[in-house]
């Protein structure tokens, strides 16, 4: 391990084969739970109070230990191996953070390399790298103190300092509730960014069905007793709910929201209709149908051109095509 961010070949699958958990007075958290998360996505675990979702969720790393079932990383069942060498190989992000307050922004970051044995030296450079990554000029933060940052920054360096070692594996629980709305989008944006950069695998925790249609490549919603009601795409979820219980959960709103998750495809494209008058917009292949049909309803057209990533257009999409999609 050279502590580069990019290497994509460092995320491992996940599998939850059968997991459950009861507790000694007898309440049972999780049962008999069954789920594949391949490498490089993110997985977000989502439902109401007290499904054991978060239980799921520190199964995996082991700060919560299962009494049935097995957690793979790859082909390595982790409830066989020393819990605190696995958490040095699995980052996790939690609600409020966790920084030391008496320990600078660097040496924050660099903690788990330290409890490795890295040398100074590529510890400072992996802790600069890292904030850089997330936004955070090392000349500028890298000395300061936690309580020197805002709440928005902090998040920052909790996920700068669970990358520091080039985990396997992430995990997040809660990771943006303690901020502000503005903060909070800002910083999902910056999290797309980074997941892009580090394609990691990620498991998520949130109670925000927004948020986890905005960043889950698949979304698991599960009920009392971590019973699994529906895994799948954000798209998928919104539209075809499998049970009468995600149907009630993502709520009859869930059409505005497949349109924000949902992009401009040429499946959707009427390459026979009469070009469009010279006020209509032009979008592009790929925006969402939520932004897409705003444009138009602003523009009061009832066609927009669609081009490719080169500008050559492609086709026209309508507003009733847009919304026989949502």
């Known amino acids: 391990m050279d502590g580069t961010v990019r290497d994509t070949g460092g995320a491992a699958a996940i599998t939850l084969a059968g997991i459950g958990k009861r507790f000694p007075d007898g309440t049972e958290a999780v049962r008999d739970l069954t789920l594949e998360i391949p490498a490089g996505e993110l997985v977000v675990l989502i439902g109401p109070s007290g499904c054991g979702k978060s239980t799921v969720l520190r199964m995996i790393n082991r700060l919560i230990e299962p009494t049935a079932g097995r957690v793979l990383l790859g082909d390595e069942d982790v409830t066989t191996v020393d819990p605190v060498a696995l958490r040095r190989r699995i980052g996790y992000v939690i609600q409020h953070v966790g920084l030391f307050p008496h320990q600078t922004i660097q040496t924050n970051v660099g903690t788990v390399p330290r409890l490795l044995g890295w040398s100074r030296e590529r510890v400072r450079r992996r802790a600069d790298e890292l904030l850089e990554l997330v936004g955070l000029t ?28 080039d985990p396997v594996v992430l995990l997040m629980d809660e990771p943006f509730s303690a ?8 910083l999902q944006e910056e999290f797309l960014r980074l997941q892009a950069e580090v394609r990691k695998t990620i498991v998520l925790v949130t109670h925000d069905l927004d ?17 699994l009601e529906q895994y799948a795409a954000p798209a ?19 059409a505005i929201r497949r349109l924000a998750v949902t992009a401009i495809s040429r499946e959707l494209l009427e390459t026979d209709a009469d070009p469009p008058a010279m006020a209509a917009p032009t979008l592009a292949l790929g925006t969402s149908l939520y932004d897409a049909l705003a444009r138009l309803l602003v523009s009061g057209a009832e066609y927009a051109q669609v081009v490719d990533d080169a500008g050559q257009p492609v086709g026209v999409v309508s507003r009733r095509r847009i919304l026989d999609a949502g």
């Open 138 to 165: 090392p000349g500028t933060y890298a000395r300061r103190y936690p309580h020197e940052l805002s709440g928005g920054q902090r998040q920052r360096v909790g996920v700068a300092r669970a990358l520091a070692a």
């Open 179 to 186: 901020v502000d709305p503005i903060a909070r989008g800002r």
């Open 211 to 227: 948020e986890a249609v905005r960043l889950g490549d698949r979304i698991a919603v599960l009920s009392e007793g971590g019973r």
């Open 236 to 254: 998928t979820l919104l539209g075809e709910p499998a049970t009468a219980f995600v149907r009630e959960f993502v709520g009859t709103d869930r």
